[in-house]
């Protein structure tokens, strides 16, 4: 019997929603038949949207987390059953699967939760052009998916599972390739580098693309239990990790990404993290952009650097990023790139060097950014902390409240931004006063941001893909960013 979805409705009904990166919810609620439906209604907007080829390929992938495989197999089968091929890629980095299928010219999925908790799971959907875009998640949401109720469960689960037995290895070869055939092999000579491989899906392909390009590499705290690494906010035993390498000598930088490899990690010599909006600003440098598009939350050492001939704010979210992006190359920018607080990379345009050209990857990625930085050190003849301390002395942290109801967060923003200047004024420097100062500058671009008369920024937000309530702030040094960001969560934990 077939029995018709609303995916708007099922959204609803099964708390998995869509986020900034995709559809994400509780390992538990993103049953076979939640997981097929999306795929279908994907299936049924590229359909709809003249973006996909009668018959042809879909490439899935998927990260390390225990859930993963199911709904690997959830998204096969919805794929064969509209018609389509399903190529399974295996566990590789988020980039990969979906640079395969900007090379192809197909759709991509992959299966992760990125840097969240292993009882929660997403996934991700990328156009033959690309990440999709808020015009294309409104068009998953309004689908209808016709759904054979025999296939499953009461609790939704498959009767007879999908199997996944044959790994095409030809997407993580590309991916490795688009590097090292970029770049000269001794890219890398005379560095050491240590790569932090906890649960990362990317572990063993980072290790083989820097050792190709000739870094001297050592695989360092692998895990086969999934670890949840936020690169916003990184947790205390991850800089005790770091701190603890760096402590050796042995490395010039410690590398690392999130669970999906699209976040990137670098800390420099000392085993210090860098903020990826502090790295991000150096990967653009290093590849001569003209043009910057990088959410509202990040780093203003990007204007004050003075590198760039354009750089634009945007709402939190690749999506976001990626249509900035877009609008700059149309207007004639000819080095586009963008960049997010969390550290993914992104790069709409082509760079070329020795007659070589790096194809566009408009989607996170850890790699690029890795290499950036190691080579600029390179280059200049000097230390990673140098390159950080070329730039304005703008400092940025981020941290967040778990288990906080995101429509509770929203609400408690509604109270402190009403659009009226001088009574939201009064309402902030009621609460958060006495730590900054003087209000002067907010906006409601992506949660609430505020701009004190002491420099000092306070921005409050509530995660798009998590029940958490993020805080991001700035200031003149590291530690006073770190201290006032403990200060404001220990407001926002009365808030609960």
Known sequence: MEKLYKIEDLMEESGVKFGTSGARGLADAMTDAVSYSYTVAFLQHLEESDNIAAGCEVAIAGDLRPSTPRICAAVAKAVSDKGYIPTYCGDIPSPAVAYYGLVNKVPSVMVTGSHIPDDRNGIKYNTPLGEILKEDEQGIRSQQVEVDE???????????????????????????QRYTDFFE?????????????HSCVGRDVLKKIYTALG????????????????????????????????????????????????????????????????????????????????????????????????VVRTRIGSPFVIAAMKEAYAQGSKMVVGYEANGGFLTNSVSEANGKTLDALPTRDAVILHIALLVESKLRG?????????????????????????????????????????TDKSTIEEIFGK???????????????????????????????????????????????????????NIMKDWR
């Not at 092999?185 to 491989?197: H, I, K, Q, R």
């Not at 670098?266 to 210090?272: K, L, P, T, V």
């Not at 702030?473 to 770190?482: C, G, I």
Request: charged share 25%; net charge negative.
């Open 435 to 489: 730590l900054s100062g003087k209000v002067i500058a907010m906006n409601n671009i992506d949660g609430v941001r505020i701009n004190f008369d002491s420099g000092e920024v306070i921005h409050l937000r509530p995660s798009g893909n998590a029940p958490e309530f993020r805080c991001y702030n700035e200031a003149a040094t590291e530690a006073r960013a770190l201290e006032l960001n403990d200060a404001c969560l």
């Open 215 to 310: 870094a001297k590499v050592e695989g360092l705290g692998r895990s086969e239990k999934f670890i949840p690494v936020d690169t916003e906010a990184i947790r205390p035993e991850d800089s005790a990790l770091a701190a603890e390498w760096g402590s050796t000598g042995k490395y010039d930088a410690i590398l690392s990404a999130d669970g999906d490899c699209d976040r990137p990690l670098i800390a420099d010599e000392q085993g210090h993290w860098l903020r990826g909006d502090v790295a991000g600003i150096l990967c653009a440098q290093h590849l001569g952009a003209d043009a910057v598009s990088t959410p509202v939350s990040c780093n203003t050492a990007v204007e004050l650097c003075g590198s760039f001939d354009s």
């Open 185 to 197: 092999e001794d890219t890398l000579a005379g560095l050491s580098v240590g790569v932090y491989e």
């Open 150 to 176: 025999a296939a499953f469960t009461a609790k939704g689960f498959f009767v007879n599972a999908f199997e996944l037995t044959k790994v095409n290895s030809r997407a993580e070869e590309l991916y490795i």
């Open 382 to 422: 000097c230390k990673i902390s140098s390159l950080v301390e070329s730039l304005p002395a703008r400092y940025t942290t981020s941290n967040r409240l778990k288990e906080f109801p995101t429509e509770k967060s929203k609400a408690k923003l509604a109270e402190i931004y009403t659009g009226d200047f001088d």
